[in-house]
């Protein structure tokens, strides 16, 4: 057996899936520098499984997200669809998977960084969805893809939550209190390169939360986000905390 055929069986291997026609799986996983560097292959690259395989994770994202969410609106399905059939979110998909060590690839995309670059591994996710549909058809594509999809799904919405911490308090705060709310600094810890700010947030010279973050930014996210988790119970007194200078 080749080279490249006992990669293609201790892939499958660590994936859990053995394709029927391995011819398949063998060109989702070869890149265009490879077939340019290595003349009379019996394949060709995976650039036409990457077409497919776009269109099919995009089916299969916005099928999970429609049963997921029937509340939803079409612009947030939209948007969070994008979030998560986007480069930067299959790049780390097919990581995880090993696809970047299972590639076939050209060397000088090998010497450039092409196994772990983003865009590289986005592409070549989608190739092997294509492949997968092909092989196997559309539920095997939705047991492969959406326990991957899941926790990508919950760190967006996270992450969403987490940025639109500070205004919705705000929100709150000026509804409710009719104050605005203000941060400070009330501790810095660690070195130059990986401080660890304590942010506390203040309405009305009371404290309502406190969060830490690697930035000041992150920490008020933080403390904006445990004062709306809190903000049914009485604040404490903000005596002795004292703003660093910014």
């Known amino acids: ?66 049963g997921r969410f029937p509340d939803w609106q079409e612009g947030q399905l939209t948007d969070v669809r994008a979030d998560l059939v986007c480069a930067e979110t299959l790049g780390r998909l097919a990581a995880q998977v090993g696809l970047g060590r299972a590639l076939l690839l050209g060397r000088g995309e090998e010497q450039g960084g092409g196994r772990t670059r983003p865009a590289l591994l986005s592409d070549v996710f989608e190739a092997f969805v294509g492949a997968l549909y092909l092989d196997q058809g559309l539920q095997a594509v939705r047991s492969f893809l959406v326990p991957l999809l899941e926790p990508q799904l919950e760190r967006l919405l996270a992450e969403a939550l987490l940025r639109d911490a500070k205004s919705r308090l705000q929100e709150w705060s000026q509804g409710t209190l009719h104050a605005t709310p203000t941060y400070v600094t009330v501790h810095e810890a660690g070195p130059d390169h ?42 404490s007194t903000a005596e002795g905390a004292e703003p660093t200078e910014e």
């Open 1 to 66: 057996m080749t080279s490249e055929g006992n990669g293609l069986v201790a892939f499958q291997k660590a994936i859990g899936i053995t394709f029927r026609d391995p011819a398949l799986l063998q060109r989702a996983l070869t890149h265009a520098s490879y077939v340019n560097e290595n003349a009379g292959l019996d394949w060709g690259d995976n650039e036409r499984l990457e077409f497919l395989g776009d269109a099919v994770g995009d089916f299969v994202a916005a099928e999970y997200l429609y």
């Open 194 to 235: 990986a401080k660890q700010f304590t942010v506390q947030v203040l309405i009305q010279g009371l404290v309502y939360g406190e969060g830490l973050g690697r930035s000041k930014q992150a920490a008020e996210q933080a403390a904006a986000t445990a004062a709306l988790e809190a903000r049914e119970v009485s604040p």
